[in-house]
């Protein structure tokens, strides 16, 4: 009778923020969801399972028959799933810091991963992190009296001042940095630094496990960011890389002329018996939620912080890629000669998946381009909160989307990439699910445009065509960049036009 009355509430409070939005021209609050939610329990405990560097392509359920994933399979088959999920950013700390603000990470100071450790890279940054004065989704989750807890991956920051703590959660168990160890971690635990035995991705699960049994009795948000599949992938549990040992593996491109062929299967062996190792655990987590009686007041999502590359083009890597040739290409100025920073689809979408029973429907698919700045309004609405208008949000909520699969909220996305470390790039990027246009504001020559449609894989630009439908895409392509740029006071406008 609850599973009812939550759907009922949800699709009637939609219906009325529908209604406002043609009046006021904006999405009303979910207040309603606020006055019924001690009837109809339409406030879920909300659980966002968050990966690094997982591509939608390393899921069994997206028809990859390598990506041996039973428990990914079975969450999309009993949630939603949107196979057009993306990332504004296609590398950590600005994707990350987009998912908690809803904004653009050069509206952050945060344009590139953090690098606090890597010496080897001349660029360094200890003092950089996200600023307390963003206002994040965990914030409000805790005003409308969640518990909230992140455990695992921060990269927004290593001093005490940039927090997980003073960013919304009431307590933090993790890495501050944006890497660390496979194997016997050194994890952040109560303020403490403490050596752990085992592999990271089963150690981070068992805190989370923790975490549902201690809070089973009261409204939770939890966050559980893996460092895996990222880099290095190895070593993983015996059973993991059990199915992949003696596996000839299947790579996306190898008639790419020049491929070293022989590496890509290898790290493809390793990248996904890395994402095994992660579907194992959430086996493990799921049959947490069922024997605590959480599983159906449950909101759980699955999703990472940007895509992943393994041949695709000829690189490997995500938004600041790497060519895997066995020559490397000429360097030009600002691109070293291993480097191919992009903004490929590869790069830049996601999984997304998502459960909540009786609410959404099992099994089903939804078409819209959801970003991470999406999550943000989209889950203070779920919680029965209102996002300040001073916050400025860039995301928009797809509630709508969650309860109804035909429900399309948008279809097209904008992506924003200035590479700072490796390559020195200013990308920004518009698609409207069909045609697709890169500018490069900072290197010439590096412009891009692909027809999505007859080439998803994104192998001939056609920047330079002559055809004059693609010409007139471009210019329109051209001219919604700039706007966003100036909507969002992008600093390459200042950087490379001068005041506006």
């Known amino acids: 009778?609850?599973?009812?009355?939550?759907?009922?509430?949800?699709?009637?409070?939609?219906?009325?923020?529908?209604?406002?939005?043609?009046?006021?021209?904006?999405?009303?609050?979910?207040?309603?969801?606020?006055?019924?939610?001690?009837?109809?329990?339409?406030?879920?405990?909300?659980?966002?399972?968050?990966?690094?560097?997982?591509?939608?392509?390393?899921?069994?359920?997206?028809?990859?028959?390598?990506?041996?994933?039973?428990?990914?399979?079975?969450?999309?088959?009993?949630?939603?799933?949107?196979?057009?999920?993306?990332?504004?950013?296609?590398?950590?700390?600005?994707?990350?810091?987009?998912?908690?603000?809803?904004?653009?990470?050069?509206?952050?100071?945060?344009?590139?991963?953090?690098?606090?450790?890597?010496?080897?890279?001349?660029?360094?940054?200890?003092?950089?992190?996200?600023?307390?004065?963003?206002?994040?989704?965990?914030?409000?989750?805790?005003?409308?009296?969640?518990?909230?807890?992140?455990?695992?991956?921060?990269?927004?920051?290593?001093l005490d001042k940039y927090h997980p703590t003073k960013h919304g959660y009431n307590e933090f168990t993790g890495f501050r940095a944006g890497g660390i160890k496979t194997q016997?971690?050194?994890?952040?635990?109560?303020?403490?630094?403490?050596?752990?035995?085992?592999?990271?991705?089963?150690?981070?699960?068992?805190?989370?496990?923790?975490?549902?049994?201690?809070?089973?009795?009261?409204?939770?948000?939890?966050?559980?960011?893996?460092?895996?599949?990222?880099?290095?992938?190895?070593?993983?549990?015996?059973?993991?890389?059990?199915?992949?040992?003696?596996?000839?593996?299947?790579?996306?491109?190898p008639h790419y002329p020049n491929l070293d062929i022989a590496r890509v299967k290898s790290m493809m062996r390793d990248y996904l018996a890395s994402v095994r190792g992660i579907d194992r655990n959430l086996g493990r987590i799921l049959n947490q939620l069922e024997v605590l009686g959480l599983t159906e007041n449950t909101l759980v999502i699955f999703t990472s912080d940007h895509g992943y590359n393994m041949g695709h083009n000829g690189i490997w890597h995500k938004g600041n890629g790497h060519w895997v040739l066995k020559d490397n290409t000429n360097p030009i100025p600002n691109i070293p000669a291993d480097q191919r920073p992009n903004m490929y689809d590869n790069s830049i979408k996601?999984?997304?998946?998502?459960?909540?029973?009786?609410v959404i429907e099992a099994g089903s698919k939804n078409a819209s381009s959801i970003s991470n700045l999406d999550w943000y309004p989209t889950l203070v609405e779920i919680a029965g909160g209102k996002v300040p208008e001073e916050a400025k949000v860039r995301g928009q909520s797809f509630v709508a989307g969650l309860l109804d699969k035909n429900q399309i909220i948008k279809t097209d996305y904008y992506a924003a990439y200035s590479t700072l470390h490796q390559s020195v790039t200013g990308m920004r990027m518009y698609s409207d699910g069909q045609y697709k246009l890169i500018k490069d504001y900072v290197n010439k020559g590096r412009d891009e445009f692909y027809d999505l449609i007859n080439d998803p894989a994104e192998s001939n630009n056609l920047i330079a065509t002559a055809n004059p439908d693609y010409q007139i895409v471009i210019n329109q392509f051209d001219d919604i960049i700039f706007n966003k740029m100036l909507a969002t006071n992008d600093p390459l406008l200042k950087q490379f036009f001068g005041e506006q």
């Open 184 to 253: 016997n971690p050194p994890l952040e635990v109560n303020g403490t630094l403490a050596h752990h035995d085992g592999l990271t991705v089963d150690i981070l699960t068992d805190y989370a496990l923790d975490f549902l049994a201690n809070n089973k009795n009261q409204k939770f948000a939890l966050s559980l960011h893996y460092r895996a599949p990222h880099t290095n992938w190895l070593p993983v549990a015996a059973e993991d890389m059990a199915p992949y040992k003696d596996l000839e593996m299947q790579i996306p491109n």
């Open 350 to 358: 996601v999984p997304a998946i998502i459960r909540w029973p009786g």
């Open 1 to 158: 009778m609850n599973e009812i009355k939550n759907k009922f509430w949800l699709k009637l409070i939609v219906t009325i923020s529908a209604c406002a939005s043609v009046l006021t021209g904006c999405v009303s609050p979910n207040s309603l969801i606020h006055e019924k939610s001690a009837k109809a329990k339409a406030f879920p405990n909300i659980l966002f399972i968050y990966t690094d560097d997982q591509a939608p392509w390393a899921i069994g359920s997206s028809g990859n028959q390598q990506a041996i994933t039973p428990n990914m399979d079975l969450l999309a088959a009993q949630g939603m799933s949107f196979p057009n999920a993306y990332t504004t950013t296609p590398v950590c700390s600005p994707s990350r810091a987009g998912l908690l603000t809803s904004k653009y990470g050069y509206e952050l100071g945060i344009d590139d991963w953090i690098n606090t450790h890597y010496k080897s890279i001349t660029r360094q940054e200890p003092d950089l992190g996200l600023d307390t004065s963003y206002l994040t989704w965990p914030e409000l989750l805790q005003q409308q009296g969640y518990y909230t807890g992140l455990i695992g991956k921060w990269h927004l920051g290593e």
